[in-house]
């Protein structure tokens, strides 16, 4: 993985419009998938989003080691999905199992590579956090399989997908006051994309009484601001490398889904969602 200058501010609709138009895409159709086919729709999506995160991240980003990177993804996107949906209750602990493994692997990996084995701690680095964001990925596996968890699954995956969208065309048309000076990201987007989730959340709430709103309203509030920061952390990913393409767009699509998903699983298990 190697450092790049920015030596230009990147566009605004380069950064925004392929993005926003994936996040549509991505959560929408995950959660039409879902809501459609129940389990089966649930796999295929997760295994879509996993395998997108995976070809764009070791692109994105420029992992050295390139193939067994894509390999070690793959992997662990399986193992983990397996993790969710092979027990007769879903549960986490065996996730445990396939992140410590995939590290162990990871390590090796990259000191198996050729001589002079240049940018290894960076490139383990990214493939840590694509292994731990597969895995998280596959939680969405196991958030559909608790109890109402196909109502909260959805509503998460529109509440986020909402939240991204509308910090995206909000900062594409009031970047303003920056977060920083080198990301058109702004605060007003961030705000509002909060917002624009709790209010998804809240038009999907099953009661109507005071408490079933305001427990809709928080966790929609609480999935879409990790994701509008994970969504933050991803177009500061976009401004390092410097110029746009296909793979920083599926990346900032797709991140914050993949951050956002045990948040929900949490939220839903102990009876927020």
Do not use: K, N
Not at 10 to 28: D, I, K, M, Q
Not at 41 to 70: D, K, N, P
Not at 85 to 91: A, I, V, Y
Not at 189 to 209: E, K
């Amino acid at each position: 993985m190697t450092p790049a200058a920015l030596d230009h501010e990147p566009s605004s609709r380069a950064h925004h419009l392929p993005a926003a138009g994936l996040v549509v895409l991505a959560a929408g159709g995950a959660a039409a998938l879902s809501a459609a086919l129940d389990g089966p729709g649930r796999l295929v999506a997760v295994a879509l989003l996993q395998l997108a995160l995976v070809a764009a991240w070791v692109v994105a980003v420029g992992i050295r080691g390139l193939r067994g990177s894509v390999g070690l993804g793959l992997a662990a996107a399986a193992g983990a999905d397996a993790a969710l949906l092979l027990p007769d209750r879903p549960e986490l602990d065996w996730l445990l199992a396939v992140l410590g493994l995939g590290f162990l692997a990871a390590v090796v990996h990259q000191m198996v590579r050729p001589a002079p084995r240049l940018y290894l701690v960076a490139s383990l680095a990214g493939v840590v956090l694509l292994l731990s964001s597969v895995c998280a990925l596959a939680v969405l596996l196991g958030l559909g399989r608790l109890d109402d968890g196909e109502q909260a699954l959805v509503t998460a995956l529109l509440a986020v997908g909402a939240a991204l969208l509308v910090g995206h065309l909000v900062d594409l048309v009031l970047p303003r006051p920056r977060i920083t000076p080198e990301v058109p990201r702004g605060l007003p987007g961030l705000l509002l994309a909060v917002l624009a989730a709790g209010v998804v959340a809240w038009s999907r709430r099953d009661g109507d009484t005071l408490a079933d709103a305001a427990a809709a309203a928080g966790y929609g509030a609480a999935v879409g601001c990790v994701a509008a920061l994970t969504a933050l952390g991803a177009s500061y990913v976009v401004a390092e490398r410097g110029h746009g393409g296909w793979a920083l767009a599926v990346v900032q699509a797709v991140l914050p889904l993949a951050a956002a998903a045990p948040v929900a699983y949490a939220l839903t298990l102990y009876g927020t969602g």
